[in-house]
């Protein structure tokens, strides 16, 4: 069987692929559509290497889908952890395993670079998501409690 896509780094080259899918995700989060920020947000997050983006392309390059992650570390384990922060995939393109691929490609980007472990988080009513998630061994923390403070 072929793999419905290719999985690859994204450069400031694939803006105009990653940020027509950029804006669609921060519609999916009920933001406004604005493709003039999606592009601007990611060529900072890029031009100034604060991120990681993996891109997901059909066979004809089409983007497919992307994964954004973020790179911190662990006081307590001493050691790198990479936030996987942003996961989308198109609707033409959804059900054929590019999320999968994507979060594939994610772990094994951890790995090689030493992380001690990926952590992620999504809305309390994503179903699909967790159920990814938890089907590639990801485990619901149980022991902290995560807050944030707007500015």
Partial sequence: MTKPCFIRYANLDDL???APLFNAYRVFYQQES???IAHDFLQQRLALNESVI???SNHEGKG???IQLYPSFCSIA???VWVLYDLFVDESARGIGVS???MDKARLHAKQTGAVRLDLSTAHDNQRAQ???ESLGYQLD???RYYSLEI
């Fill in 16 to 18: 105009n692929q990653l």
């Fill in 34 to 36: 604005n493709l003039q």
């Fill in 54 to 56: 993996l891109l997901a």
């Fill in 64 to 66: 497919l889908g992307f």
């Fill in 78 to 80: 001493a050691a790198r």
């Fill in 100 to 102: 999968r691929l994507l």
């Fill in 131 to 133: 159920a990814l998630y």
């Fill in 142 to 144: 149980q022991t902290y």
